[in-house]
């Protein structure tokens, strides 16, 4: 864990729980893809580059989540690198208080004031093209966050992000934290055609072509699935927390308060892609609001 694997002439990455890239730019000088999960995964990150004699120069942050900009703020104090981050990602990235109160939905409360969903305040720039090392590439992939970015180095190395989970994961935790389901599909039949030399997701081994496609779809398969199961628990109308629980019971998961907020949003986010579907209806009951599931011939969005 936290070793420095080479992926071509000049990548490298970081093997650790979210995986770092890494681009040799020139005369010493690298740029990195993430930093890392917190402070301790940015010290190994800097270890490595200076046994390597390298000078870090900049960072490019794929999306604002904790785990892939806590490393941000020790990077920074310590070599001044620029940091980046695309979209609407940035305002999260540079406001980090912003992704716990959007998982909650107000003003979070302590226990989700943690490093798993708030890093530490940095100086991030808004990323552009701009600020691409020469011959990198960037790809749009949102759907997982707001404005999810992949990247790919000149020897044809993709730096994937979240834009799918694992094997493993989807069969340990099935429901894969989302913003928006419709464009992680997208994001998703996206990276099944990309060409490439070798392909790292942040939370999934380094992969081949073929397997990446076939990962890519065993995440689709995933995500109808979850579908499946939302309008299965709506059948009869349901509230919010009914499917919530309805889901964790389904999976025999356990519910804490982290998983409150990451699935929790997530879900809803499922739950207004059904409605704007027309697969789904919002009706108020006794003060409260329940999902229902519509026919398959029934009326379309309200």
């Not at 995986?19 to 890392?36: K, P, T």
């Not at 200076?50 to 604002?64: A, Y």
């Not at 406001?95 to 409360?109: D, I, S, T």
Request: glycine share 8%.
């Amino acid at each position: 864990m936290y070793e420095l694997i080479q992926a071509g002439p000049r990548t490298w990455y970081m093997e650790c729980p979210t995986r770092v890239g890494v681009w040799e730019m020139g005369e010493g000088r690298v740029c990195l893809i993430d930093a890392g999960s917190d402070r301790d995964a940015g010290k190994k990150l800097l270890r490595h580059l200076e046994t390597k004699g390298w000078k870090l120069d900049r960072v490019l942050n794929t999306h604002s989540h904790a785990d892939h900009i806590g490393g941000n703020r020790l990077l920074q104090q310590r070599t001044g690198c620029a940091v980046y981050c695309p979209g609407a990602d940035w305002a999260f990235a540079r406001f980090p208080v912003l992704e716990p109160a959007y998982l909650y939905g107000g003003r979070p409360a302590k226990p989700l004031k943690n490093k798993f969903l708030m890093a530490a305040e940095s100086e991030v720039r808004l990323l552009g093209p701009e600020a691409l090392p020469q011959g990198m590439e960037m790809l749009e992939v949102p759907g997982h966050s707001f404005s999810q970015a992949a990247f790919k180095t000149p020897d044809g190395v993709w730096f994937l992000a979240d834009c799918l989970a694992s094997a493993d994961t989807l069969e340990k935790y099935h429901v894969a934290v989302l913003h928006d389901p419709a464009l992680a599909r997208e994001s998703l039949r996206r990276v099944m055609e990309l060409e490439g030399e070798l392909f790292v997701p942040a939370h999934a081994p380094a992969v081949a072509q073929a397997a990446l496609r076939t990962l890519a779809r065993q995440n689709l398969e995933k995500m109808d699935e979850i579908e499946a199961l939302l309008l299965d628990l709506c059948a009869g109308g349901a509230s919010f927390d009914q499917v919530l629980k309805g889901v964790f019971d389904h999976y025999g998961l356990t519910l804490d308060i982290s998983q409150y907020v990451l699935v929790g949003s997530t879900l809803r986010s499922y739950l207004s892609h059904l409605a704007d579907q027309g697969r789904l209806q919002m009706r108020f009951a006794a003060n409260c609001l329940r999902w229902h599931a519509l026919p398959v011939d029934g009326p379309g969005p309200a």
